[in-house]
């Protein structure tokens, strides 16, 4: 059997309450779901040239349309079937989709003299439906614009509700046939009532009632996953990590005793992470646990390997044998559940519009030729909605909050190739760091910390001796989404703690340097 296609979700196919972002090659594309899904609306994201019969199948609350790069008006730009605006369903356009809608119903949309990029005032004209609760005519709003077309003219039966100095049509509504749509970005932080607005869209015209909750997720997915299935084994692989973790649990609760869950002991992990998941998750949910102590495998399949791409394929074929040799024994094992998240899907390019940044190891790093077919039910959350289930699921707070760490380890945080030296210089600054943000109550704010052994020495002196040595480098990021991230602003007193530990008590470091880069354009992890 061969992997689920990235394109294809295994889960959450359907939903009572549903609606679609259609999606023209924004960047905020995801995040307008995360904010849909934070008004408790389940969504999901369809390619723009999505039939309408697929649209119709999935039976939708509504619709919205997503911004875009292109001009509407230009060759072989993104367009939707023009028979989406008469099936009765509300739709909500964000910047290219305001300008789309209006230009296919018989709108002028012109390039604009004045273009606008960043923070905007808007004044409302009319307050309902989406602005409900924002005062009168006379108030301004801040908001965040990113566009170098306007609608001049909007189609007819639209009325003009809000504007900004340089665009005449910012906000427009079709009461009658339910259709909206906005010049501004809503779903960003810099659009301060941009979540209230969507709100307002959601539970006004398209009557959701925010029913899709951690534990509605949860008694959907056990159910679908007792369908898919039925009596067959399942293998699933844990680090520790909450995406494994959660996985496992919620697999745990769904079948039981069918499922079987293996530790690969690679030896790239952090310093006493396989008795941390041994004892603290494995023992506490009873769940059956096979440990795999394959540390001298992997080390001789990673000699000498220094491309990062090569690392993750290398070590995501590694993990597949270990598991079917492992599960030998269990002849009924059919199916490998992973943690895969939707961060993980995007940036492996698992939509028309995405490239690939990197392979997530347990999406596209898999042999095409394994013996398991991949189970995801996590697939299409995103990291803060995993943290949800899983402490839904009753997973402890030192599991749920756990930062991020990814499948190959240590062995991607190595820049260059991966010796033992290296990866016990690297687990004891990791684990330094990790102590100090605990101590200073940072832990928790800090949404990912890690540390990255670089491959060149440089001189120092410790003494009266001159040193020759490896630098390390802290990397620490706030972030709501994992899509985008801000480096941490951690105290220069807590920096100094961490960097004089690290270099007094780690063997083979002269200096330490803190990654002041946000991503964009830098990911979070170097390789």
């Known amino acids: ?57 999935k039976n939708p609350k509504g619709i919205i349309f997503s911004g875009g790069p292109s ?28 300008q789309l809608m209006a230009y296919q119903l018989g709108g002028e949309v012109k390039p604009s003299e004045n273009r606008e990029y960043g923070h905007a005032e808007l004044q409302i004209l009319n307050t309902a439906p989406l602005f409900e609760g924002y005062g009168d005519t006379e108030t301004l709003l801040p908001c965040w614009m990113s566009h170098g077309d306007k609608v001049l003219r909007p189609p007819d039966g639209f009325e003009i509700v809000a504007v900004t100095p340089s665009a005449p049509v910012a906000a427009i509504v079709n009461a009658e046939r339910r259709l909206y749509g906005v010049q501004f970005h809503p779903e960003v932080a810099h659009t301060p009532f941009g979540k209230d607005l969507l709100k307002a869209f959601l539970m006004g015209p398209c009557g959701c009632s925010g029913t899709w909750t951690p534990r509605h997720f949860i008694d959907e997915a056990v159910e679908k996953i007792r369908a898919e299935v039925g009596g067959s084994g399942v293998i699933c692989g844990v680090s520790g990590g909450i995406d494994s973790c959660c996985v496992a649990a919620l697999m745990h609760k769904a079948i039981g005793d069918q499922l079987t869950c293996i530790f690969v002991d690679h030896g790239l992990l952090r310093k006493n992470e396989a008795e941390q998941v041994r004892h603290d998750f494995a023992e506490a949910f009873g769940i059956r646990l096979i440990y795999a102590d394959v540390r001298e495998r992997f080390m001789k399949r990673l000699e000498g390997v220094s491309d990062p791409e090569t690392k993750r394929k290398i070590i995501g074929e590694e993990f597949v044998r270990v598991f079917e040799e492992y599960a030998g024994e269990q002849t009924d094992a059919k199916f490998l559940a992973q943690g895969t998240l939707y961060p993980d899907v995007i940036e492996s390019g698992g939509s028309k519009q995405s490239v690939t940044i990197k392979t997530h190891h347990n999406v596209g790093g898999l042999p095409e030729d394994m013996n398991f077919k991949v189970i995801e039910p996590l697939r299409l959350l995103f990291k803060d909605e995993a943290r949800a289930v899983a402490a839904e699921l009753g997973l402890p707070e030192t599991i749920v909050w756990r930062h991020p760490f990814p499948g190959p380890g240590l062995a991607i945080r190595i820049i260059g190739d991966v010796t033992e030296e290296k990866l016990g ?44 040595a490896y630098p ?32 007094n008590e780690v063997k083979g470091v002269n200096r330490v340097v803190y990654d002041i880069s946000s991503k964009p354009p830098a990911t979070i992890e170097w390789e």
């Open 425 to 468: 210089i690297l687990r004891e600054a990791d684990n330094i760091f990790i102590e100090e943000l605990r101590k200073a109550g940072l832990y928790r704010e800090i949404r990912q910390a890690l540390t990255v052994l670089i491959s060149v020495r440089s001189v120092g002196v410790m003494g009266d001796l001159r040193t020759y």
């Open 1 to 57: 059997m061969t992997t689920a296609s990235p394109q294809t979700p295994t889960f959450l196919d359907a939903s009572s309450e549903i609606v679609i972002i259609l999606d023209f090659g924004a960047q905020y594309t995801q995040l307008i779901a995360r904010r849909v899904r934070e008004c408790q609306v389940y969504c999901e994201i369809l390619p723009h040239d999505v039939s309408l019969e697929r649209i119709v199948s």
């Open 472 to 503: 390390i480098v802290l990397r620490a990021v706030t972030t709501e989404d994992f899509m985008t991230a801000k480096w941490a602003r951690i105290p220069y007193d807590t920096l100094e703690t961490i960097s004089s530990r690290i270099v």
């Open 71 to 98: 001009s509407v008006y230009a060759e072989g730009a993104p367009h939707v079937d023009p028979g989406v605006y008469d099936l009765g369903i509300p739709i909500l356009g964000i910047c290219y989709g305001l």
